[in-house]
T-cell receptor, first 108, second 113 residues
């Protein structure tokens, strides 16, 4: 079952914040977050495991609520380099299944 | 570490022709995944291997698609015969434990005309 991401697209100015959500109808073992720039491969950002922990990566952090089967990615004080498509990947005992992505555009 | 290496980067072929996509894993990684990306469907899992053994091929669209992993470092994805609807970017990815995240290759952009 493919996870559902929202919103589909976000437009920001440099310095603004954004939240990207990912939800699944299945119980999850973990949630991965990836960023893909146009014409390139997806790049791993972080993994969230059961336990509701929040992880950080520079000014990008994420949380995982396994009871609600949801994860959120937080982008703080966005930079131009944050532009791209963000995918969540959910694992329910097999390989990652990816959401359709959220396109983030950051302008100066 | 050269990363996950895919070849070719681009492939244009005529409908009905056989296409073979290749992937070299990162040394020490024991899981290999083939994904297909299109605008309509996003990133779709086609098949994955663990220690050279196919674990889940439920995402392979039909019998025209086949994948092999003859050794621990190399995999192929074959489409025979190819059709225009197979046009997409095909990625392979590998991981050591899964908890390290997946490392994707640069992808093969396939166009079937």
């Amino acid at each position: 079952q493919q996870p559902v991401q929202s919103p589909q697209a976000v437009i920001l100015r440099e310095g603004e914040d954004a939240v990207i959500n990912c939800s699944s109808s299945k119980a999850l073992y973990s949630v991965h977050w990836y960023r893909q720039k146009h014409g390139e491969a997806p790049v791993f950002l972080m993994i969230l495991l059961k336990g509701g922990e929040q992880k950080g990566h520079e000014k990008i952090s994420a949380s995982f609520n396994e009871k609600k089967q949801q994860s959120s990615l937080y982008l703080t004080a966005s930079q131009l380099s944050y532009s791209g498509t963000y995918f969540c990947g959910t694992e329910a005992g097999t390989a990652l299944i990816f959401g359709k992505g959220t396109t983030l555009s950051v302008s100066s | 570490d050269a990363g996950v290496i895919q070849s070719p980067r681009h492939e244009v072929t005529e409908m009905g022709q056989e296409v073979t996509l290749r992937c070299k894993l990162i040394s020490g990684h024991n899981s290999l995944f083939w994904y297909r990306q299109t605008m309509m469907r996003g990133l779709e899992l086609l098949i994955y291997f663990n220690n050279n053994v196919p674990i889940d091929d439920s995402g392979m669209p039909e019998d025209r698609f086949s994948a092999k992993m003859p050794n621990a470092s190399f995999s192929t994805l074959k489409i025979q015969p190819s059709e225009p609807r197979d046009s997409a970017v095909y990625f392979c990815a590998s991981t050591r434990t899964g908890r390290d995240g997946y490392t994707f290759g640069s992808g093969t952009r396939l166009t079937v005309v």
